[in-house]
């Protein structure tokens, strides 16, 4: 089954949040990537757009599928992952690190209460 | 939801299994559907495929049935033959697309979709004369061995036994100890082999294959090459109601005979008349447009996708659409509504992908 990074946390729309310092990555879980299957576009907001927590960012879509995606926590968006745009297969390949997706600028950390740890997040899938 | 004989083994291979017409089937296996395909257009790949709907017509008036219910040109259809064919009721509707073989002259295989398998057998059942209809799908298992390397496996497994099987012919051989049904027949663009076999060898001969490395494929895999293939699938480009000429099917119409059901139907004007037709599409922007999609020429619906897929191929996204003839141009561009977001197409001429003849 699925290794769930112990230092990430998790959204029940299966994304992943990292958090250093006042930024926070953002990507999709294992759990997510396998169900979609082969990946083929992401599709992001752009730079600087603020977000609240849950508002859609983007798209992703595989061959047999598309879901939209959410971000996990508050922020201002400050980065894409551009190499990720281009090779949308790095989602599948490694979705913890060379397929994160986007980068926030966040004020605080209060919303990362609403989200799961790895054993929460590892009963619901 | 109904096994085949081979679930286990992909159960073992560790495949996402979804309900297919009922079937517990292998959609992809881990390696994926664009991997998954490229086994099939590089080398060799294969998917089983023992849920489609086998069934034996035999007695001897079957030619004469066979006559009365196909619209082929049952005088053609030669000995160890096969032949791609529509089977379509008295009201004009189109039940299947299915291939038909010829063991002999007074019996016949139906190969037909496990989506319409019980709605044809009713059919056929109800203009059943005095012929022998048998149902042989779930006493055999079916596999089919598709790429450019498919014939070459399968000769050196069979001592030369294909060496000279032509397109679209069959012949009962040995794989090794196993008594199999060998028909040079597919559904992906390649070459290839499909095999029936007693379900007693089913698991073998799989194993078999797997020793020479011939990769499994599943149904996602399976898809994208007959859309790259240009390939219809009933209840995306055929539905009950399509016109087999729109549908770019009106070479099937072979049949002259006055006791085919359809005589006067195939044979007649109305059937020229149809406004449809089928469209490549290759989508210009990011996204992929997928069946129920509609299709615009200048803010007006002109049709919807019948099927879209992503093809690593072309490397772009691509989709059948059924169209207004009369905007069915090569290199006219159209605007494909998908969600909230309209991507650009340009339509292009069916198939997608052709393979290199050797």
């Known amino acids: 089954m699925s290794e769930i990074p112990k230092n990430l946390k998790y959204s029940k729309d299966h994304e992943w949040v990292e958090i250093n310092d006042n930024v926070a990555t953002v990507g999709i879980t294992l759990h997510a990537a396998e169900s979609l299957g082969d990946i083929v576009y992401v599709d992001v907001d752009s730079i600087d757009k603020n977000l609240n927590q849950f508002d859609k960012f983007g798209e992703i879509e595989s061959v047999k599928a598309v879901s939209d995606l959410f971000v996990p926590i508050s922020g201002k968006v400050i980065e894409i992952n551009e190499a990720l745009l281009n090779n949308p297969e790095f989602v599948n390949e490694d979705c913890y690190d060379k397929g994160w997706i986007i980068k926030l600028e966040i004020n605080e950390t209060k919303d990362l209460d609403e989200l799961l740890d790895s054993e929460e997040y590892e009963k619901i899938i | 939801?109904?096994?085949?004989?081979?679930?286990?083994?992909?159960?073992?291979?560790?495949?996402?299994?979804?309900?297919?017409?009922?079937?517990?089937?292998?959609?992809?296996?881990?390696?994926?559907?664009?991997?998954?395909?490229?086994?099939?257009?590089?080398?060799?790949?294969?998917?089983?495929?023992?849920?489609?709907?086998?069934?034996?017509?035999?007695?001897?008036?079957?030619?004469?049935?066979?006559?009365?219910?196909?619209?082929?040109?049952?005088?053609?259809?030669?000995?160890?033959?096969?032949?791609?064919?529509?089977?379509?009721?008295?009201?004009?509707?189109?039940?299947?697309?299915?291939?038909?073989?010829?063991?002999?002259?007074?019996?016949?295989?139906?190969?037909?979709?496990?989506?319409?398998?019980?709605?044809?057998?009713?059919?056929?059942?109800?203009?059943?004369?005095?012929?022998?209809?048998?149902?042989?799908?779930?006493?055999?298992?079916?596999?089919?061995?598709?790429?450019?390397?498919?014939?070459?496996?399968?000769?050196?497994?069979?001592?030369?036994?294909?060496?000279?099987?032509?397109?679209?012919?069959?012949?009962?051989?040995?794989?090794?100890?196993?008594?199999?049904?060998?028909?040079?027949?597919?559904?992906?663009?390649?070459?290839?082999?499909?095999?029936?076999?007693?379900?007693?060898?089913?698991?073998?001969?799989?194993?078999?294959?797997?020793?020479?490395?011939?990769?499994?494929?599943?149904?996602?895999?399976?898809?994208?090459?007959?859309?790259?293939?240009?390939?219809?699938?009933y209840g995306h480009e055929i539905n009950k109601n399509s016109n087999p000429i729109d549908i770019g099917l009106g070479r099937l119409l072979e049949s002259k005979s006055k006791d085919y059901i359809n005589h006067d139907y195939i044979n007649g004007e109305d059937i020229k008349k149809g406004t449809e037709s089928l469209a490549g599409l290759v989508i210009l922007d990011r996204g992929i447009a997928r069946e129920g999609n509609e299709i615009y020429i200048d803010n007006k619906i002109i049709g919807y996708i019948t099927s879209g897929t992503h093809s690593p191929r072309i490397k772009s996204a691509i989709a059948i659409g059924k169209i207004e003839k009369n905007y069915n141009n090569i290199e006219n561009t159209v605007k494909i509504k998908v969600r909230e977001k309209f991507l650009e197409a340009k339509i292009v001429k069916l198939p997608f992908y052709r393979r290199k003849r050797k």
Not at chain 2, 110 to 139: C, F, G, P, R
């Open chain 2, 1 to 233: 939801m109904k096994k085949t004989i081979l679930n286990s083994r992909h159960k073992n291979l560790d495949a996402k299994l979804v309900d297919f017409a009922g079937w517990e089937m292998p959609i992809n296996y881990p390696a994926g559907i664009i991997k998954e395909s490229s086994f099939v257009r590089e080398s060799c790949g294969m998917f089983d495929v023992s849920h489609m709907g086998r069934v034996e017509i035999s007695g001897k008036n079957a030619k004469k049935f066979i006559e009365k219910i196909l619209p082929i040109d049952v005088n053609l259809l030669q000995l160890s033959s096969a032949k791609y064919t529509l089977l379509i009721n008295d009201k004009k509707e189109i039940l299947d697309d299915l291939i038909i073989y010829k063991i002999s002259e007074d019996k016949y295989l139906l190969v037909i979709n496990a989506s319409n398998t019980n709605e044809d057998l009713e059919w056929i059942e109800k203009v059943n004369d005095d012929v022998s209809i048998n149902n042989i799908t779930a006493n055999t298992s079916m596999i089919a061995v598709q790429g450019p390397n498919a014939l070459d496996k399968i000769n050196l497994l069979s001592n030369n036994s294909i060496k000279d099987l032509g397109r679209y012919k069959y012949k009962e051989l040995k794989l090794q100890n196993y008594s199999i049904f060998a028909a040079r027949t597919g559904y992906t663009g390649e070459d290839g082999v499909e095999i029936i076999c007693e379900n007693n060898d089913a698991e073998n001969i799989w194993d078999l294959l797997i020793e020479n490395k011939i990769e499994a494929c599943g149904l996602g895999a399976r898809d994208l090459l007959r859309i790259e293939a240009g390939l219809h699938l």
